[in-house]
């Protein structure tokens, strides 16, 4: 066991109390619009960090809300192509110079029409059409033939300052959600699951995009904004990590034509799995041992389970969480500086880590450590 004392902060209240936005200092602004009067909207003078996007204060919801989780199955996918689609955005849209909005251009109804399949009464559908001879009896090969690629379409918006205090968009980022396994029925009860190749997926996704630009540019409100375009291969509805983006391209203003294409080398990785042992041996053994260590500790824990975020192979983020049944809060402390001890040890620092410890009824703890910092920080939920 590890022999190893320290004090667990007490004022996380406080440092959190002092990351929060300070509305006490605002900026109004006047949102350009094609209505008579012009919108106003408040943006804090400052950020909870300087690597995210400042937000009006008054949230406007996306005209397409809602449409995603109809959409996308895996709510990992869900939150993935949210927030890494503004992190991507971040390499062509700066944080300090531009503001977050949630995509007002793209409609319900036109994202919808865009996702179905292309027929004649759907001629704005990019999924491609589909030849049923026997409507009674379908034949699973014509669905075989003509997936369903494309799952949904997100819009996000960023903001500058045009003149005085008003704003206008200035940047669009789109995300392209594309299916890595197709599934259909041809009979209740019988569901079809069939793989789409990663690159056929690409190409498919690739020519959707370029038909979805020829679309915003008839738009009299984007067609000379900046567009970045980014496409993101889904996980399979079962998984428990995300899927991840595999290519990108931004789009110059005015332009209606997409050039080179940008390759995105990012995945999620269960530990353990196949996929772990495999290709992150490395981690691999580290989350074996550090599981084992948990086990001699508390017998009783269901088990460990790590979801590591690699860019170009490399970890950048290591999530763990632990859920154990305890008895008494004396029992979570002893845990937290067990774990404390643990992450000193075993695992470097050039990489985000965070352990949320769990009961079945809350969350016990949290300890966390940024890369490049020494010591982890530790939180017992009261």
């Given at each position: 066991m590890i022999k190893k004392y320290f004090v667990i902060p007490v004022l996380?209240?406080?440092?959190?109390?002092?990351?929060?936005?300070?509305?006490?200092?605002?900026?109004?602004?006047?949102?350009?619009?094609?209505?008579?009067?012009?919108?106003?909207?408040?943006?804090?003078?400052?950020?909870?960090?300087?690597?995210?996007?400042?937000?009006?204060?008054?949230?406007?919801?996306?005209?397409?809300?809602?449409?995603?989780?109809?959409?996308?199955?895996?709510?990992?996918?869900?939150?993935?192509?949210?927030?890494?689609?503004?992190?991507?955005?971040?390499?062509?849209?700066?944080?300090?110079?531009?503001?977050?909005?949630?995509?007002?251009?793209?409609?319900?109804?036109?994202?919808?029409?865009?996702?179905?399949?292309?027929?004649?009464?759907?001629?704005?559908?990019?999924?491609?059409?589909?030849?049923?001879?026997d409507e009674d009896n379908p034949d699973p090969q014509a669905f075989r033939d003509a997936p369903r690629y494309l799952s949904h379409i997100l819009e996000q918006n960023y903001l500058q300052k045009t003149k005085g205090n008003q704003v206008g968009v200035k940047g669009v980022s789109i995300g392209l959600a594309l299916k890595s396994v197709y599934q259909f029925e041809t009979e209740p009860g019988r569901t079809y699951y069939e793989d789409i190749p990663k690159e056929e997926m690409l190409s498919k996704g690739k020519e959707y995009a370029q038909t979805i630009l020829q679309r915003i540019r008839k738009m009299e409100e984007l067609k000379d904004v900046p567009i970045m375009i980014a496409l993101f291969r889904e996980e399979e509805q079962s998984s428990l990590v995300p899927g991840n983006f595999?290519?990108?391209?931004?789009?110059?203003?005015?332009?209606?034509?997409?050039?080179?294409?940008?390759?995105?080398?990012?995945?999620?990785?269960?530990?353990?799995?196949?996929?772990?042992?495999?290709?992150?041996?490395?981690?691999?053994?580290?989350?074996?041992?550090?599981?084992?260590?948990?086990?001699?500790?508390?017998?009783?824990?269901?088990?460990?389970?790590?979801?590591?975020?690699?860019?170009?192979?490399?970890?950048?983020?290591?999530?763990i969480n632990i859920p154990i049944e305890f008895h008494g809060k004396s029992e979570v402390t002893a845990f937290s500086q067990f774990a404390y001890g643990l992450i000193m040890e075993n695992f470097r620092n050039n990489y985000d880590i965070e352990i949320n410890v769990k009961s079945p009824d809350k969350q016990e703890a949290l300890i966390w450590r940024e890369a490049g910092e020494e010591k982890p920080e530790v939180y017992i939920y009261q």
């Amino acid at each position: 066991m590890i022999k190893k004392y320290f004090v667990i902060p007490v004022l996380f209240v406080l440092l959190i109390a002092g990351c929060t936005p300070n509305y006490d200092q605002e900026e109004e602004i006047v949102q350009d619009t094609k209505e008579e009067e012009s919108e106003t909207a408040i943006v804090p003078s400052y950020n909870i960090s300087d690597e995210e996007y400042k937000m009006p204060v008054e949230y406007k919801p996306a005209a397409a809300r809602g449409v995603i989780v109809n959409q996308v199955f895996n709510r990992f996918d869900i939150t993935e192509l949210e927030e890494g689609l503004r992190r991507h955005s971040k390499d062509v849209f700066n944080p300090d110079d531009y503001l977050f909005q949630e995509g007002q251009y793209l409609t319900e109804d036109t994202v919808y029409s865009w996702l179905e399949r292309n027929s004649e009464e759907h001629e704005e559908g990019l999924n491609p059409s589909i030849n049923i001879k026997d409507e009674d009896n379908p034949d699973p090969q014509a669905f075989r033939d003509a997936p369903r690629y494309l799952s949904h379409i997100l819009e996000q918006n960023y903001l500058q300052k045009t003149k005085g205090n008003q704003v206008g968009v200035k940047g669009v980022s789109i995300g392209l959600a594309l299916k890595s396994v197709y599934q259909f029925e041809t009979e209740p009860g019988r569901t079809y699951y069939e793989d789409i190749p990663k690159e056929e997926m690409l190409s498919k996704g690739k020519e959707y995009a370029q038909t979805i630009l020829q679309r915003i540019r008839k738009m009299e409100e984007l067609k000379d904004v900046p567009i970045m375009i980014a496409l993101f291969r889904e996980e399979e509805q079962s998984s428990l990590v995300p899927g991840n983006f595999v290519a990108k391209t931004f789009v110059e203003e005015g332009s209606s034509s997409i050039g080179e294409w940008e390759s995105v080398n990012e995945d999620y990785i269960l530990f353990p799995s196949d996929e772990a042992d495999s290709d992150h041996q490395a981690e691999a053994t580290v989350m074996k041992d550090f599981t084992n260590e948990v086990r001699e500790f508390f017998p009783n824990f269901v088990g460990v389970i790590g979801k590591g975020f690699y860019v170009n192979d490399e970890l950048q983020e290591l999530k763990i969480n632990i859920p154990i049944e305890f008895h008494g809060k004396s029992e979570v402390t002893a845990f937290s500086q067990f774990a404390y001890g643990l992450i000193m040890e075993n695992f470097r620092n050039n990489y985000d880590i965070e352990i949320n410890v769990k009961s079945p009824d809350k969350q016990e703890a949290l300890i966390w450590r940024e890369a490049g910092e020494e010591k982890p920080e530790v939180y017992i939920y009261q």
